[in-house]
């Protein structure tokens, strides 16, 4: 069973610094993609950024490309998501994913974390 943990959200203020960690369990987690979305209200959920198995295969949103980095430690079974330079807009809750398209077939998800900018 896929779990994922995600801790690390809080309340910042503009230009600040967050470290996102996501905890996995269940499956095998250096042969998933893991990936970092975020949602406000109202909003359909977007993805942030992305780090396939092999930890220098990664890919931004545009709006985070320069301030945000993902990383992943497969000894620790643990993703990272290192956020700088946070603006109120990326105010959100961010949940971690593990996907894996081929068999075993992983499509999971974390219970969220809330992460506030605001001064």
């Known amino acids: 069973q896929v779990q994922l943990v995600e801790s690390g959200g809080g309340l910042v203020q503009p230009g600040g610094s967050l470290t996102l960690s996501c905890a996995a369990s269940?499956?095998?987690?250096?042969?998933?993609?893991m990936r970092w979305f975020r949602q406000v209200p109202g909003k359909e959920r977007e993805l942030v950024a992305a780090?396939?198995?092999?930890?220098?295969?990664?890919k931004f949103a545009d709006s985070v490309k320069g301030r945000f980095t993902i990383s992943r430690d497969n000894a620790k079974n643990t993703v990272y998501l290192q956020m700088n330079s946070l603006k109120p807009e990326d105010t959100a809750v961010y949940y971690c994913?593990?996907?894996?398209?081929?068999?075993?077939?992983?499509?999971?998800w974390g219970q969220g974390t809330q992460v506030t900018v605001s001064s």
């Open positions: 780090v396939g198995s092999r930890s220098d295969d990664t």
């Open positions: 994913n593990a996907r894996r398209t081929s068999a075993p077939v992983i499509d999971g």
């Open positions: 269940g499956f095998t987690f250096s042969s998933a993609a």
